[in-house]
């Protein structure tokens, strides 16, 4: 069975930083790309950032470029993202999706981990 | 930046079908993704590659793609499917995907 587990979300204050990982477990993890997708308290889903599985190519969303860095470790199944210099708009609950093969779309997800940037 | 652009909500009677779009000007290259939203739990796949469906995703979900619009069909609404419903694609160079702002479907 798929599972995605994600991590390390808190209360930090507004310039801090934070590093989410996601534990992946029940699929060859080395195969597939990752993304990380975010939702705001009562708003729709933001796409972040995606990592191809030998991460060759990243990618991010323009309001987290140059802050957030995305990151994987294949031997031991886990995906990261480092955030750095944190807004308060970067509330949010923050997934981790296993791409589709050959596909920039998520099929499976995790169920979050929730961040919240105040003072 | 690229959009994708829904319509806020849509409302049926149970047995109906819905039709949920979405537009963008890169769909006639780029696959649409579809996503179904309950309250409080991480989104579901229901249909991929524009039209594909996910094993254990009902037949009444169906998808479609042409010219720059994208269709979610849910032949016969449930009540159980009442949730909010995403698309998700990329931009022409594939770098930057995105989402729709969201549909609330409604089914009463």
């Known amino acids: 069975e798929v599972q995605l587990v994600e991590s390390g979300g808190g209360l930090v204050k507004p310039g801090g930083s934070l590093r989410l990982s996601c534990a992946a477990s029940?699929?060859?993890?080395?195969?597939?790309?990752m993304n990380w997708v975010r939702q705001a308290p009562g708003k729709g889903l933001e796409w972040v950032s995606s990592?191809?599985?030998?991460?060759?190519?990243?990618f991010y969303a323009d309001s987290v470029k140059g802050r957030f860095t995305i990151s994987r470790d294949n031997a031991k199944n886990s995906l990261y993202l480092q955030m750095d210099s944190l807004r308060a708009e970067d509330t949010a609950v923050y997934y981790c999706?296993?791409?589709?093969?050959?596909?920039?779309?998520?099929?499976?997800w995790g169920q979050g981990t929730l961040v919240t940037v105040s003072s | 930046s690229y959009e994708l652009t829904q319509p806020p909500s849509v409302s049926v009677s149970p047995g109906q079908t819905a039709r949920i779009t979405c537009s963008g000007d890169?769909?006639?290259?780029?696959?649409a993704y579809w996503y179904q939203q309950k309250s409080g739990q991480a989104p579901v796949l229901v249909i991929y590659?524009?039209?594909r469906r996910p094993s254990g995703i009902p037949e009444r979900f169906s998808g479609s793609n042409s010219g720059t619009m994208a269709t979610l069909t849910i032949s016969g609404a449930q009540v159980d499917d009442e949730a909010d419903y995403y698309c998700?694609?990329?931009?022409?160079?594939?770098?930057?995907?995105?989402f729709g702002g969201g549909t609330k479907l409604t089914v009463l």
């Open positions: 999706g296993r791409n589709l093969p050959a596909s920039y779309g998520p099929d499976y």
């Open positions: 029940g699929f060859t993890f080395s195969a597939y790309s």
């Open positions: 990592i191809s599985s030998g991460s060759d190519y990243i």
């Open positions: 890169a769909l006639p290259k780029k696959y």
């Open positions: 590659g524009d039209g």
């Open positions: 998700y694609s990329a931009d022409s160079s594939g770098n930057h995907r995105v």
